[in-house]
Every structure is written in structure tokens, then in C-alpha cells.
């Protein structure tokens, strides 16, 4: 049986690094003659990711939890074109996930169960490497910016929800993945390294379906 592309998921704290390392990521596929797609969420090309992004300027106000479900939808218009790239064998890399809705909606109060509700079923990850960072280390890298979450109490929270999801996933058995926490603090090429001698034993296809996250 031909393998399928892997799916990885980069997470992380503000700051952390994402971007970064999720563009580094590809280029070592690139490099590696490996095909890759870079994803990021939320996708503001779309037309929900337009209402995203008004909102997340504050442009547009909108219910916590409505928002919320905009967050998720924008993740399930993407589900075929993940599928469909892991099934003719090229990597997916994204840069934030599911785990990023959980986290932030949580954040505000609303239950954790009801935050992770809409995104069961969504395409698990293989991999998801958590970027981890403290609030005052972030800080140093540009200070928060004008983006309505970028307050170092709310990343305070975040940071807690983020743990808890590890650890569930962690102790959940196969259907949801790995995950791996990674000290985002160090220096770029360092976290690089550590990102891919994590990714590249799957770089070149993983065996058997894609799993569904939480079923
Ligand atoms: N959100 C949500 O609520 N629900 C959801 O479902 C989803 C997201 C998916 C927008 O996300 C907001 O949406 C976000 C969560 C919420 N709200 N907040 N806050 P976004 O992904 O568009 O946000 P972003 O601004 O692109 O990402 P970021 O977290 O702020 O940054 P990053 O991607 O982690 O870091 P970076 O851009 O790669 O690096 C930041 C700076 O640090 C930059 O100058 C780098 O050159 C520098 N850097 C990077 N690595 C290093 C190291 N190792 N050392 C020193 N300096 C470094
Ligand atoms: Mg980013």
C-alpha cells in the first residue's frame, strides 16, 4: 500500500515562533525534494476568514461563541484540500490548528468541552509540535501586538489550556497523534533542528488512514 503524506501541526504561544518555523519546515521538505503544502489558520483568504480577520482587528465585533464556530468552520472548509493533499502523498504543515481554537475560547470562560465540540472529527494531526515560550521571553521579540488577543493575561491562559490539551492527547492513545512540547526560547536554528529530527522520520509518508481528532 502507497503511503500518504504526513499531517503536521505547529502550535504554540504568541510569539513562539510559528511562522517561522512552519516556513523553515517547508524548506527542508523543499530541500529534501519532498512535496509540501503550508497551511496557516486561521486562513484569511476566505470569505470566513475575512469575518475572521475584521474581528480580529476589532474592526467587527461578534458573540464569543460565534466567533468561535467561525474559527472551526474555516478549519472544515479546508478538510478536502488537506485530505486530498495527504492522499496523493504531500506533507501538510500548518501553522496553528484546532488546538489554537480550544485554547483561546477557553480562555474567555466558555467550557472546554463546548469549545472542542465543533472541531471533533476534524483531520488529526500526526505530529503536533507545541512552541513553548513564557509570556515575558515573548515579550522581548516585538512586544504584543494591536491583535485583540495579544494581552499577556490571556496568553497566560492560553498557555494553560494549550498543557491541558497536550496532555490529553498524550495519554489518548493513537487517534489524536503525538504531541511534543518544545522549549521555543532557544535560539531559531536550534528549535529548527529539534523540529525536524521530529518531523523527518515521517517526511517521506506515514502508513494507514488519517485518524479524526477526539473520536
Ligand atoms: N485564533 C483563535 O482564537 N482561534 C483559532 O481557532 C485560531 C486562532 C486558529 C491570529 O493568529 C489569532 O487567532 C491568534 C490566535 C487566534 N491570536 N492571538 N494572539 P495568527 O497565527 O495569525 O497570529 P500571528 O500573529 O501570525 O502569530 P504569532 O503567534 O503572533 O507569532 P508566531 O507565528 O508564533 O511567531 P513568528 O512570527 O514566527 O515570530 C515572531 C517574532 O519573533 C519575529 O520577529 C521572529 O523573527 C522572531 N523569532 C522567531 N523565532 C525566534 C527565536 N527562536 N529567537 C528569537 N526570535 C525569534
Ligand atoms: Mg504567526
Known sequence: MS???PFIVIEGLDRSGKSTQTALLL???EASGIPAKLLKFPDR???IGQMIDSYLKSTSELDDRAIHLLFSANRWELVSTIEQLLAVGTAVI???YAFSGIAFSASKGISYEWCRAPDVGLPAPDLSLFL???PEAAKTRGGYGEER???EEMQ???GEVFRRIGKEIDGGGREDGRWVNIDAGKEKEVVEGEVWALVEPLARGVEGPLRRLWT
Open 149 to 151: 488577543y495579544e494581552k
Open 3 to 5: 503511503k500518504r503524506g
Open 27 to 29: 524548506a527542508r521538505f
Open 156 to 158: 497566560r491562559r492560553v
Open 45 to 47: 483568504t476566505t470569505a
Open 94 to 96: 500548518c501553522d496553528r
Open 132 to 134: 513553548d515560550i513564557s
